[in-house]
């Protein structure tokens, strides 16, 4: 079974900290997938990123950055310097063998001004 | 490309009532999802299609819920006879299978009274 663990409910920030959000999976798939979304208050889920099990090197979008680390099954995301505009609930989420997508629980992100 | 598209956007309706939603997924994309979310279970998925076939119906909830697709552009998902606790934003989403990322719809949010 695979199961996607954000152990981080909630997380507030002031504007142009770094913030991380967590993200554990579990899979006894050799190959699957690695996803983040971002739901804003506008409620659509909009795709980040996409990483395979294969590839470990930890990746850099502008302010975002992801970590991916297999040794703990983790895929950590980081937003540096947060704006106002990151406001939003963050979902990690796992793909293997089956094609389905397993989504985690959710994290909230408020950044305050 | 119009993205996938869900009608209706809300839906309100009495308990007991037959409810259907639909979706058009993105042309070109062979994988069809269907999720709920809701505050307490967060994002679930229902059921998921490959190429127009059922591959994984595990998450549906009971059988009240039932979802078709009939052909490669179009979906339902239906809910006969409504509760008061089916209430929830639905989502739609496709991709071209293989793991790749997933692009959701708007989502219809169904409340029943």
């Known amino acids: 079974a695979q199961k996607v663990t954000q152990a981080q409910t909630e997380i507030s920030v002031v504007e142009k900290e770094d913030v991380t959000l967590d993200c554990v999976y579990e899979t006894r798939d050799t190959t699957y997938y690695l996803f983040w979304y971002k739901q804003p208050p506008s409620g659509e889920l909009v795709f980040l990123i996409r990483r395979n099990s294969f590839d470990e090197q930890n990746e850099i979008s502008g302010r975002y950055s992801w970590n991916f680390q297999k040794s703990t099954s983790s895929f950590n995301f980081t937003i540096t310097a947060s704006q106002v505009v990151d406001s939003a609930v963050y979902f990690c989420a796992l793909s293997g063998y089956g094609q389905n997508f397993v989504f985690g629980p959710g994290t909230r992100l408020s950044v305050l001004p | 490309d119009a993205g996938v598209i869900q009608s209706p956007r809300?839906?309100?309706?009495?308990?007991?009532?037959?409810?259907?939603?639909?979706?058009?997924?993105?042309?070109?994309?062979?994988?069809?999802?269907?999720?709920?979310?809701?505050?307490?279970?967060?994002?679930?998925?229902?059921?998921?299609?490959?190429?127009?076939?059922?591959?994984?119906?595990?998450?549906?909830?009971?059988?009240?819920?039932?979802?078709?697709m009939p052909n490669a552009s179009f979906s339902t998902l239906k809910i006969q006879p409504s509760e008061p606790r089916d209430s929830a934003v639905y989502f739609c989403a496709s991709n071209q299978g293989l793991n790749t990322e997933a692009f959701f719809g708007q989502g219809t949010r169904l409340t029943v009274v």
């Open chain 2, 10 to 68: 809300h839906e309100v309706t009495e308990m007991g009532q037959e409810v259907t939603l639909r979706c058009k997924p993105i042309s070109g994309h062979n994988s069809l999802f269907w999720y709920r979310q809701t505050m307490m279970r967060g994002l679930e998925l229902l059921i998921y299609f490959n190429n127009n076939v059922p591959i994984d119906d595990s998450g549906m909830p009971e059988d009240r819920f039932s979802a078709k």
